[in-house]
């Protein structure tokens, strides 16, 4: 369980026993405080974030002690002008320790040994999943391998089969005899017919056109 918490302008990520420098708190070594800006308190599966803080969380903390931070030296310079300032800060900090992480949901003291169950039950799912995984896996590489097996063994198959159907039509001479004897008919049929349609418009070109004859008109002075 761990908190997000705003102190002195700066956002800080807390656990219980943990032990951190922040921006100077008023009291004195050895001294409660409640840091009641808290943003955000996780347990597990379980969040809370507020909007911006929780109405009813808090951190409780004891002051450990009170400090200043590392000298930062400050220097601005400006060549030709005989002008230089230099000065020095040191931050002033507060050292606490968390001793309590509270939410809508209890103490952190409650809820560890809850965490610790559903941790557990996430790592039995998790063993789990990934066995079923890699079973289905074996078991599609294994259906795979056995279809690109029979598929290699059918294509064999086939060749083989054309081979000897090749080798034994080259090796009897009778089944190209009776192909060929098979072609032939065909190709007589083929010049009969084309033969009786030549002798067909011969026949039509020789014989002779029909004339016709002028009719006499009847003449009327006879009459």
Do not use: C, N, W
């Not at 708190?25 to 507020?50: C, N, P, Q, R, Y």
């Not at 507060?94 to 610790?116: F, H, N, R």
């Not at 033969?195 to 009459?223: E, F, I, N, R, V």
Request: charge should be positive; charged fraction near 40%.
């Amino acid at each position: 369980m761990y908190a997000v918490i705003t102190t002195g302008g700066k956002q800080y990520r807390v656990v219980k026993g943990e032990t951190l420098h922040v921006e100077k708190l008023d009291g004195e070594e050895g001294a409660k405080v409640e840091l009641d800006g808290v943003l955000m308190v996780v347990d597990g599966d379980k969040i809370e974030i507020g909007t911006p803080t929780l109405a009813k969380g808090t951190v409780s903390a004891k002051i450990k002690s009170h400090g200043r931070g590392k000298k930062v030296e400050i220097i601005k310079f400006r060549r030709r002008k005989y002008s230089r300032t230099q000065a020095g800060h040191r931050q002033s900090y507060t050292e606490i320790e968390v001793t309590d992480i509270k939410s809508k949901g209890g103490s952190a003291a409650k809820a560890e040994p809850k965490a610790k169950v559903e941790t557990k039950a996430k790592v039995e799912t998790k063993a789990k999943v990934e066995t079923k995984a890699k079973v289905e896996t074996k078991a599609k590489v294994e259906t795979k391998a056995k279809v690109e097996t029979k598929a290699k063994v059918e294509t064999k198959a086939k060749v083989e089969k054309k081979a000897k159907t090749e080798a034994k039509a080259k090796a009897d001479p009778k089944v190209k005899a009776d192909t060929k004897s098979k072609a032939a008919p065909k190709a007589k049929a083929k010049s009969t017919t084309k033969a009786k349609a030549t002798t067909k418009k011969a026949k039509a070109a020789s014989k002779p056109k029909a004339t016709t004859k002028a009719k006499p008109k009847d003449s009327k002075d006879g009459a």
